[in-house]
């Protein structure tokens, strides 16, 4: 059966998000760059610094680090915009972000369909951590300056007193905006344009047959593909929906969201990279690569798990 796009109802949601989003990364943004024209931001990095070399990066780097696992990836990227950065220190600042951010809320989805915090918690730090260094003691390359993004630059003159630092720092702030809504706008619109032509549920078929070498009952491939495509967040209503209709089992349900929360909305959070001007193809590798071999080692691990379905329980604690 054939079915319509809501092309209209894409580009409303794509510019609410980019209205919603960019409320978060102008502030951001713009403290940023006041900050980088104060002495603030140097005793900031200064002090982190040490710690930071371990990743090969500059203190700088803990802003987009701090900001994206308490906030967002959109929060980051506005604070990796606004620090200097070599595409190799991007590509590592990426590859954290993507295994740790929004760890509050993402956690509280795990923690509602019954899967222990710590372990999740524990999962995206770890893998965040052990991918920066492998990635800083073996690629050799990556030292020229991240790209300026899909909207050209304007060039500022060195800003003299409060009145043109504040200036350029709100030009500067914009400018990041800019590149936010290039692509978050026609994202949301493919995302809808997928959701409506019954993409999510061709998905869930294809990756069906994938769940079995995992140790993932068929019956999770619904919850994997929204992960997957929506994200623990966006995604969390339906996730949870499934997880007591189906009524899992705790290690099923364990494995799936081990899995998601190494590797989920693998394409909004891999494409909101692109303005950076580094390598997102393998960003993606390593996401899928990782969460494959994190699961299958749980899977192992919880092999003597117990069956209680997680909807009788999740029923008792609410």
């Known amino acids: ?109 795990c923690r509602r369909v019954g899967v222990a915090t710590w372990a999740v918690i524990t999962v995206r730090m770890g893998l965040a951590v052990v991918s920066a260094l492998i990635i800083n003691w073996t690629w050799a390359g990556g030292g020229e300056p991240i790209a300026q993004g899909v909207v050209a630059p304007v060039e500022h003159a060195h800003a003299d007193g409060w009145g043109d630092i504040l200036l350029t720092a709100f030009y500067a702030a914009a400018e990041g905006v800019l590149q936010l809504v290039v692509i978050v706008l026609p994202l949301m619109v493919v995302l809808q344009a997928l959701k409506d032509v019954g993409f999510l549920d061709r998905v869930a078929q294809w990756i069906m047959p994938l769940l079995k070498p995992l140790s993932i009952s068929g019956h999770g491939a619904i919850a994997m593909a929204t992960g997957l495509f929506a994200g623990l967040f966006l995604g969390a209503g339906l996730i949870i929906q499934e997880a007591e209709e189906r009524n899992f089992s705790k290690r099923d349900m364990t494995l799936i969201m081990i899995f998601l929360a190494a590797c989920h909305a693998v394409v909004e959070d891999t494409l909101i990279f692109v303005p950076l001007g580094i390598p997102v193809v393998y960003l993606l590798l390593i996401r899928l690569l990782a969460a494959i071999a994190v699961t299958l080692v749980v899977a192992r691990l919880l092999v003597n798990a117990g069956e209680e379905p997680l909807g009788q329980r999740m029923q008792r604690s609410s």
């Open 1 to 109: 059966m054939n079915r319509s796009v809501d092309w209209k109802k894409g580009m409303r949601a794509g510019l609410k998000t980019s209205w919603e989003l960019s409320k978060i990364v102008l502030p951001i943004a713009f403290v940023i760059q006041v900050a980088k024209q104060t002495p603030v931001l140097g005793w900031v990095t200064e002090s982190i610094a040490p710690f930071m070399s371990v990743f090969g990066l500059g203190g700088e780097a803990a802003i987009p680090l701090v900001l994206g696992n308490v906030l967002n990836l959109y929060a980051a990227l506005g604070a990796m915009q606004a620090v200097d950065l070599t595409v190799k220190q991007a590509f590592i600042l990426a590859v954290m972000l993507s295994f740790s951010h929004n760890m509050f809320i993402e956690s509280a989805v």
